[in-house]
């Protein structure tokens, strides 16, 4: 935790994990087929003033790099592999979120703006071994009467993704005993959120727009009281 002056603070948190998956490919004779490489990285901060608004502003990181080695023909409990394709369990994610509050006399506005971009690639061997592996263990090779119609016995898997997202939400924490905000200030503010939502196309740009207009509302807001 970090806090650079009275009204901001920030806080990084890192994690990382690695190892070499506890498995070893006879094919390749190495030991690290199924390794483990995985970061992840959060920066949160927190931004108040004395209008009563508090603004965070998180940002998390996250890559997973690893392999996927595992399943064997013969279900050997040596931890032994044979494949000549070697999986990957990959993912990157960036999602950055804006998180804003605004106290209105004794209610509270709350708008939380999220997006995030990920990237995804699984893949692994898909007849869990080689060629030299099918000939000596099931004489399976250029001489079997299947050979010419099948061709070698190897295939593999991959699939590739990516996804992004983006969510918008605005809350109203009212206080039932005592309430200033009208029915007609609320629809305003939702029509306004969704007039704009059309209008940037993007999701890209409204993310821009978003850090903006959250920054000049609560003033606008407070200036209300």
């Known amino acids: 935790n970090l806090n650079i002056s009275d009204n901001f603070s920030s806080r990084v948190t890192l994690f990382r994990n690695s190892s070499n998956g ?3 490919n006879l094919y390749y004779d190495v030991n690290n087929t199924n390794k483990k490489d995985e970061s992840f990285l959060y920066f949160k901060n927190k931004m108040s003033s004395v209008q009563n608004s508090t603004i965070y502003l998180n940002i998390l990181y996250t890559k997973v790099d690893n392999g996927f080695d595992v399943w064997t023909p013969d279900n050997n409990d040596n931890y032994s592999t044979y494949s000549d394709m070697i999986g990957r369990d990959y993912q990157t994610t960036i999602s950055p979120t804006l998180k804003t509050i605004s106290k209105i006399n004794n209610d ?4 939380i703006s999220n997006y995030s971009i990920n990237n995804m690639i699984y893949s692994f061997d898909g007849d869990w071994a080689n060629d030299e592996y099918w000939s000596e263990n099931f004489n399976y090779n250029d001489t079997d009467p299947y050979w010419d119609t099948y061709g070698a016995w190897s295939f593999a898997d991959s699939t590739n993704r990516e996804r992004k997202q983006f969510s918008h939400e605005i809350r109203l924490i009212k206080n039932l005993k005592k309430t200033n ?3 007609s200030t609320l629809t305003e503010l939702i029509v306004h959120t969704i007039e704009h939502l059309v209008k940037y196309g993007t999701l890209e740009l409204y ?3 978003l850090v903006t207009v959250n920054f000049i509302n609560l003033y606008k807001w407070n200036s209300m009281l």
């Open 181 to 183: 905000i009208s029915l």
């Open 22 to 24: 506890f498995r070893k």
């Open 207 to 209: 993310i821009c727009h």
């Open 108 to 111: 509270e506005i709350i708008t």
